[in-house]
């Protein structure tokens, strides 16, 4: 059942994501309010759309989320394996999404100040060049 949703739920993303399918959701847009006026703007009228579209929206919800998380997990895996392969590359940051938001606080500092010392280097480094090519 869970290989069949997740091909469901894929396919229908696709589906949903085309711009077909805005286009469609757009002439049934139109047609529901050319209908309008043959209908009187009745209740019945304004019933149908809004029941269509919270249904519709609804079940999208699920499909679309679904279809983020299987994404997202084949991202961490493709960038898990990527840390594995780098030698200099610190393994611990692979669990990061299991980390709580202080220690990924803690961590994004961390990088950002390995970033800012980084930058300072190649100044320094670039400055020693450039004095070296005076003298």
Known sequence: MSRWFTRFATRAAEIAGHYWAF???LGIIVVWAILGPVFGFSDTWQLVINTGTTIVTFLMVFLIQHTQNRDSLAIHLKLDEIIRSLVEAD???IDAEE??????????????????????????LAEVGSSNGRE
């Open 91 to 93: 393994n611990a940051i």
């Open 99 to 124: 980390e709580s938001d202080e220690t990924l606080h803690e961590l994004k500092l961390k990088y950002q100040n390995l970033c800012q010392q980084h930058e300072e280097l190649k100044q320094k």
């Open 23 to 25: 286009v469609a959701a």
